[in-house]
């Protein structure tokens, strides 16, 4: 009975967007593989990334999903391996943040932005 509640619950999403105007985007196109990332910028620190700002281009599916208040993060894993995702509501804006909010694990996303360590240390 569950596999059916989640298929159904995934139809009802997909309705939702069609409704929305959203078709399957094929247009966005990556730039970076998160191995590539790891490997060319794993031992830069915090400060050389923010100093020089590398913008990134990434796609794969979500493995995991964190959502918390005004920040959220999400693993994705490409062809090459795995990247974090750090996404913020105030830099975002309200509504993409809550389209995110409404992904689900296993859901294939694109994502851009500027390289750089969390606090944890994490390369994001």
Same mark, same amino acid.
């Given at each position: 009975? /569950?596999?059916?509640?989640?298929?159904?619950?995934? %139809? /009802?999403?997909?309705?939702?967007?069609?409704?929305?105007?959203?078709?399957?985007?094929?247009?966005?196109?990556?730039?970076?593989?998160?191995?590539?990332?790891?490997?060319?910028?794993? &031992?830069?620190?915090? /400060?050389?990334? /923010?100093?020089?700002?590398?913008?990134?281009?990434?796609?794969?599916?979500?493995?995991?999903?964190?959502?918390?208040?005004?920040?959220?993060?999400?693993?994705?894993?490409? %062809?090459?391996?795995?990247?974090?995702?750090?996404?913020?509501?105030?830099?975002?804006?309200?509504?993409?943040?809550?389209?995110?909010?409404?992904?689900?694990?296993?859901?294939?996303?694109?994502?851009?932005? &500027?390289?750089?360590?969390?606090?944890?240390? &994490?390369?994001?």
């Amino acid at each position: 009975m /569950e596999d059916n509640k989640l298929i159904a619950q995934r %139809r /009802e999403k997909l309705a939702a967007l069609r409704e929305q105007g959203f078709k399957f985007p094929n247009q966005f196109r990556p730039d970076a593989l998160a191995a590539d990332l790891h490997e060319k910028h794993g &031992e830069a620190d915090a /400060e050389s990334l /923010e100093r020089d700002p590398l913008p990134v281009k990434v796609a794969g599916r979500m493995l995991l999903k964190r959502v918390m208040g005004k920040a959220s993060f999400a693993t994705l894993q490409d %062809r090459s391996g795995r990247i974090q995702l750090v996404l913020q509501r105030d830099v975002l804006g309200h509504k993409a943040y809550q389209a995110f909010k409404g992904h689900d694990v296993g859901d294939i996303l694109g994502a851009s932005g &500027e390289l750089f360590r969390t606090k944890a240390g &994490e390369l994001s």
